[in-house]
C-alpha cells in the first residue's frame, strides 16, 4: 500500500490540486494547469513503478488507480485530476463517489472539444490499447451528440516519448502506420487521447494533415479544473509564487531524468513514496 488514506474532506483554495497519472504523461496536464491556474500549488503522483497502464487489464489499472487517488486524497488536496486516460477509462464513476472533492478526467473535456470542432460529424481517437478497449470515449461521445468516432490505439507512441524520441524516421513511420488509416477515413478532427500524444504533436498534424483539428485532452483538462474550481469557490485568487511537488512510485531520478527532458525546468526535485 501506498500509505495511509485520509477522508477526502473538501479544503480551501489554500489546498494543492492532486494531479495523478501512470507516469509521465500527465506533465502535459500539470503544466497546462500551471499555465492556465498560475496561482495553484499541485502534488504530481506518477505510479512510474507499475506503468504503463495501457497495456493492463481495465481491473489492474483500477486497483492501482484508486491506491493512488487515495494517496492523494489523504494528503489534503482540494480536488483529484485524473490526468491519464487509461485509468480515467477504469475508475472515474468510482472516484466521484469515493471522494468527496471535485474529480476531473481527460475524457469528457477532450469529447466535448472535439464535438465542437467538427464540421462533419467524423472524428478520429488515438490512444492506449486500454482505453480504445474501454469504449470511454465511444461513451462520453455518444452522451454528447451523435457522431462517427473511428479509434486506432497507438501503443510504441508512449515508449517513443518516454524515450525523448518526438522525431526521426522511426517515429514517422510509426505514425504514418497508425495515422493513415484515420486519414483515409476522412477524419476532420483527432482527439490525442493519451497524454503523452501532445509531445508527439508536430508529427501527428505532419500526417494527417493541417485541415484535421488536433484536440488535447491534457488542455481540455485543464479547463475543466478552473471551472471546477471557480463554480467550488476554491480557486486561489492572489498572486503567489505556487509550490510543485513530484512523487513517483518509481525511481525520483529516473523521474527527474525523463521529466526534465520532455518538460524543461518544469519537473525539479522528486520524492519516492512507495520503494520497490
Known amino acids: 500500500m501506498l500509505g495511509a488514506i485520509g477522508s477526502g474532506v473538501v479544503?480551501?483554495?489554500?489546498?494543492?490540486?492532486?494531479v495523478f497519472d501512470s507516469g509521465f504523461g500527465g506533465l502535459t496536464v500539470a503544466r497546462a494547469l500551471r499555465d492556465q491556474l498560475p496561482n495553484e500549488d499541485m502534488v504530481y503522483l506518477g505510479d512510474t513503478a507499475r506503468s504503463p497502464y495501457g497495456t493492463k487489464s481495465i481491473g489492474e489499472v483500477r486497483e492501482y488507480a484508486l491506491e493512488c487517488l487515495d494517496y492523494l486524497a489523504g494528503?489534503?488536496?482540494?480536488?483529484?485530476?485524473?490526468?491519464?486516460?487509461?485509468?480515467s477509462s477504469a475508475v472515474l464513476r468510482d472516484a466521484r463517489e469515493r471522494y468527496d472533492m471535485p474529480v476531473v478526467d481527460v475524457i469528457l473535456p477532450a469529447a466535448r472539444r472535439a464535438v465542437r470542432?467538427?464540421?462533419?460529424?467524423?472524428?478520429?481517437?488515438?490512444?492506449?490499447?486500454?482505453?480504445?478497449?474501454?469504449?470511454s470515449y465511444d461513451d462520453a461521445l455518444v452522451a454528447v451528440r451523435d457522431v462517427e468516432l473511428i479509434t486506432q490505439p497507438c501503443p510504441l507512441f508512449v515508449e517513443y516519448v518516454e524515450a525523448g524520441i518526438t522525431?526521426?524516421?522511426?517515429?514517422?513511420?510509426?505514425?504514418?502506420?497508425?495515422l493513415l488509416p484515420l486519414r483515409e477515413a476522412e477524419i476532420d478532427t483527432l482527439i490525442l487521447g493519451c497524454t503523452h500524444y501532445p509531445l508527439l504533436a508536430g508529427v501527428i498534424s505532419y500526417v494527417v494533415g493541417d485541415e484535421v483539428t488536433l484536440v488535447s485532452s491534457a488542455e481540455e483538462c485543464a479547463r475543466e479544473v478552473f471551472a471546477n474550481l471557480a463554480d467550488s469557490g476554491l480557486l486561489h485568487d492572489e498572486p503567489r509564487t505556487p509550490r510543485l511537488q513530484f512523487l513517483t512510485t518509481g525511481s525520483p531520478e529516473l523521474f527527474a531524468g525523463v521529466g526534465s527532458r520532455l518538460m524543461g525546468g518544469f519537473v525539479d526535485r522528486v520524492e519516492q513514496i512507495y520503494p520497490m
Open 117 to 135: 470542432a467538427t464540421r462533419t460529424g467524423r472524428i478520429g481517437l488515438i490512444c492506449t490499447t486500454a482505453t480504445a478497449t474501454s469504449g
Open 75 to 87: 494528503t489534503g488536496v482540494k480536488a483529484l485530476v485524473i490526468a491519464c486516460n487509461s485509468a
Open 167 to 178: 522525431s526521426g524516421p522511426e517515429l514517422m513511420q510509426a505514425a504514418r502506420d497508425y
Open 11 to 18: 479544503n480551501g483554495s489554500e489546498a494543492p490540486i492532486g
